[in-house]
Every structure is written in C-alpha cells, then in structure tokens.
C-alpha cells in the first residue's frame, strides 16, 4: 500500500499516551491493488455510497480529534486522559488508511478529491461561526452516527457477506471495532466540561442535517460521474439493500434519534457480544492501550 501522500503531515502522532486505555491503537495495512471496482454486491450504487461517505472520513476524523484536543486541558480525570489519547490514535490511523483508499480511487479516476474537501468545508463553517463547545458537541453527534452504523455494520451479515473483496472487508470492520470501542470518548468530555444539553442537541441536529445532504449530494454525483444515473435494477437493489425492511439503515433510525433523549449515554446501546466476535476474527484480541502493528 502506498501512503506516501499527504497522510503523515495530516494526521497526529499515534504513539505515546494511551497506555492504560481500555481500547488499544492498532496499525494495519491496507493493499487496495487487487479491490475490485464495484466491491459492495457488484452494485455501482452501493459502491459510491461506501466510497463517497469513506471520503469524508480523513478530514472529519481531523475534525475530531481537534475539537476534542482543544479542551483536553480542562479535563482533570486521568483514566479519560489516556482514553482521550487512545482515541486520538485511532481516529489518526483511520485518517490515514483513508487518504490511502482515496489515492486509490482517485488513481481510477474516480473524483474523490472534490469529495474530500465536502468534509472540510462544511465542518470549516461550524468551526469558523460556532465555540469549541459547539465543535466538540458535532463531534460527539457524528461520533453516534459512526457508533451506531459501525454496530449495524458489525452485526448485519447480509452487509458484510456482499463485500466482494477482502481487503475491504477487513478494512470496515477494523473501523467498525474500533469506532464502538472509543464510542463515549468525546460524549464523556463534552460532560467533563459541563456540556449542556441544548447544545448537544444543537450539535445533532447540525450533524443530521449536514451528513444527509452531503450523503445524498455525494451519491448523485458519484453515480452521474461513473455514468449509472439510469441504471435503475442497481438503484433499486442498493436502496432494498439500505431501506428496505431487514435493510442497513432502517433499524438504525430510532437508535440514531436515542441521541436527543435527556439521559443519553453511548454505553446505552450494548455491542459488547458482535464486538468480541469480530475483533477475535481479525486476530483483534490484543491487551488495552497496546499498539498492534
Ligand atoms: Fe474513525
Ligand atoms: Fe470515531
């Protein structure tokens, strides 16, 4: 795999402080070379959606990591400090496998570059207009929607049993672990700073709002990119795949809006059994706050 691109100088350093964390930093490698173009069930539709969404993730998870170190210094309790550091770690390796994907892609001629800098520029407004609160409040939005796609993901076979290629495979449900395993980081230090609830919800409605455009903004423009808009039986498979009644999405809706109850907390939506599952089949039973190379 190549990463000789702009990776190193975008993501921070994943070494050091996160012994003691109850989840460790893990560094796989990813070789795309032999992924086939349309990896998702051989549908053009289904493909661009993972890809298209996947862009947005080596700038978004920046994004989260800046808005999460910018109040570190407010945080007192040391067990949250090593988890804040194991989830920078995380968030860094997966910004990094990314940018590798979307060399990738962008090497097949697929505009994945445009798609990137969707990421920077909607998540620059809130930065440029809102308060660190505010940013961190976003990240702990996104954070539920990652969690709880990533829980979706690592239990909904009908998923992971289309992923045509196995490096793509191994790929998500490394990032599916490991986005269930920091899940409460950045809500439990928006509450170590005293985060209120409005802003929370503030946050997720911002989040909802931005990720659906951008989702759908994105699908379009992939599919009339690759020349598929008419290709109605791969629209109407990916959209059965997605929506449909035992679809990806359907059921993460409610567990989506949980987020809006008062008493939320991360934890509340148990992953605990999938979790050990997958981490044992990708050799993933490593010891807390150790770095698996
Ligand atoms: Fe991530
Ligand atoms: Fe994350």
Redesign the pocket.
């Known amino acids: 795999m190549t990463q000789t691109h702009t990776a190193a100088t975008r993501t921070p350093s994943a070494a050091g402080r996160h012994e003691g964390a109850s989840f460790p930093v893990r560094r796989p490698d990813f070789d795309f070379s032999k992924t086939p173009e349309y990896w998702f069930d051989n549908n053009p539709m289904l493909t661009h959606f993972m890809n298209g969404m996947a862009a947005l993730f080596p700038d978004g998870?920046m994004f989260?990591v800046k808005s999460v170190r910018a109040v570190r210094d407010q945080i007192r309790d040391e067990a949250l400090q090593k988890e804040i550091s194991a989830?920078i770690g995380?968030?860094a390796m997966?910004s990094k496998a990314h940018l590798a994907l979307d060399d990738y892609l962008h090497g097949k001629g697929v505009p994945i570059k445009e798609i990137e800098k969707i990421a920077v520029n909607l998540l620059g407004v809130i930065h440029r207009y809102g308060s660190k609160k505010l940013d961190l409040s976003v990240t702990c939005a996104l954070?539920h929607f990652?969690?709880t796609w990533a829980q979706q993901f690592l239990t909904h076979d009908a998923t992971r049993e289309v992923f045509n290629d196995p490096t793509m495979r191994k790929l998500w449900t490394w990032h599916a672990v490991?986005?269930s395993e920091?899940?409460a980081v950045?809500y439990d230090t928006y509450k170590a700073i005293g985060g209120d609830y409005a802003t929370r919800a503030a946050g997720m409605a911002i989040a909802m709002a931005g990720l659906t455009a951008a989702l759908v903004y994105i699908e379009f423009k992939m599919v009339r990119h690759d020349r598929q808009l008419t290709n109605w039986r791969a629209w109407g498979q990916g959209l059965k795949h997605m929506f449909g009644l035992k679809g990806f999405f359907t059921p993460t809706i409610p567990k989506l809006f949980d987020y809006f109850r008062p008493g939320f907390h991360p934890n509340d939506h148990d992953v605990a059994e999938a979790l050990a599952q997958r981490r044992s089949e990708l050799a993933f039973d490593a010891p807390a706050g150790a770095v698996l190379h």
Do not use: D, L, S
Request: aromatic letters at 14%; zero cysteines.
């Open positions: 998870e989260f989830f995380q968030e997966h954070e990652t969690a490991e986005e920091h899940k950045a």
